[in-house]
């Protein structure tokens, strides 16, 4: 990592996270496999600050912690990438076993329980696709009908993101602030 840490993916430790290292990673990594609009992708960086946006306002009262949780929900691709589900199941490893150690390495770094309540974990999907359904129609070229049977329907009331790809700085810093801010908490 640029930080000087070495992370061993197989065997991953906490004192081997660094956010710095996650936020740069993030930053880097495309979604839609960088096939969207404008002069840059849009990144996972970006990605997870808007999840972490929509599960605030799905659950207005939820706690700092599950929000740095939503936050990080996709933190394992600052170094195993963003790949879709059939890939990681043709890849023939456990790919999801790996990522999931990852997830928890990550969390207890940061004091988050290691395991995410199952709560939790559907309502950071409801977000996610519903973060995929913005990004579909906005930036990767979805007309919303396309957008709305794969990724349902925003609901009704839930405020509307006008996304933008930034650039990798860009994208790095609005991360790290999002983090810091939920972080010191």
Known sequence: MLSGRRLDLLEPSPLDIEIADIAHGLARVARWNGQTKGPHAFSVAQHSVLVERLVS?????????????????????YVVGDLISPFKAAVGINYKALEERLQMTIHLRFGLPAHIPATLKALFKRADHLSAYHEATQLAGFEEAEARRLFGSPPKGL???????????EAQAQFLARFHRLYAS
Not at 66 to 77: Q, T, V, Y
Request: glycine residues 0%.
């Open 57 to 77: 306002e799905l659950s207005p009262r939820l706690a700092r912690e599950a929000r740095l949780m939503a936050l990080l929900h996709d933190s394992p691709e």
């Open 159 to 169: 405020k509307t993101p006008r996304l933008a790809p930034l650039s990798t700085e």
